[in-house]
C-alpha cells in the first residue's frame, strides 16, 4: 500500500520560504498539488522519472520540485511567497513512471493527507 506523508506547512509572511517534504513509500511519477478554500484543486510542481520536471505558471521561477532516491523523499522548496499560495497542499504519486510529469490530478492515484501553508500580506 502506498504511504505519502506531508510535513512542513506553516505560516510565513509574504517573502517567506517554506520547504514542504513528502515521505513515501516508493517512487513513480511524483507531483504537488494544493486547494485553497472555495477553489479547486492545482496541480503546481511534477518530477519525472529522468528528473524532468513541470511547474504551473503561478509558482515557476519561485517553487523548485525535488527528491532524494536514497531517503525516498520529495520536496517542495517555495521561495517568495505570495497570499495567494496559501492553501493544502498534497503530494501525489503515479501508477507508473512518466517523462513530462503531468500537472493534471487524474493522472495520479496516490495521495497524502495534505500540509497547509497560509501566507500572510
Known amino acids: 500500500q502506498v504511504q505519502l506523508v506531508e510535513s512542513g506547512g506553516g505560516s510565513v509572511q509574504a517573502g517567506g520560504s517554506l520547504r514542504l517534504s513528502c515521505a513515501a513509500s516508493?517512487?513513480?511519477?511524483m507531483g504537488w498539488f494544493r486547494q485553497a478554500p472555495g477553489k479547486e484543486r492545482e496541480g503546481v510542481a511534477g518530477?519525472?522519472?529522468?528528473?524532468?520536471?513541470r511547474y504551473a505558471d503561478s509558482v515557476t521561477g519561485r517553487f523548485t520540485i525535488s527528491r532524494d532516491n536514497a531517503k525516498t523523499t520529495l520536496y517542495l522548496q517555495m521561495n517568495s511567497l505570495k497570499p495567494e499560495d496559501t492553501g493544502m497542499y498534497y503530494c501525489?504519486?503515479?501508477?507508473?513512471?512518466?517523462?513530462?510529469?503531468?500537472?493534471?490530478?487524474?493522472?495520479?492515484?496516490?495521495w497524502g493527507q495534505g500540509t497547509q501553508v497560509t501566507v500572510s500580506s
Open positions: 518530477i519525472g522519472r529522468e528528473g524532468e520536471t
Open positions: 501525489a504519486r503515479a501508477p507508473g513512471w512518466c517523462l513530462k510529469p503531468p500537472l493534471d490530478g487524474n493522472f495520479y492515484n496516490s
Open positions: 516508493g517512487f513513480y511519477c
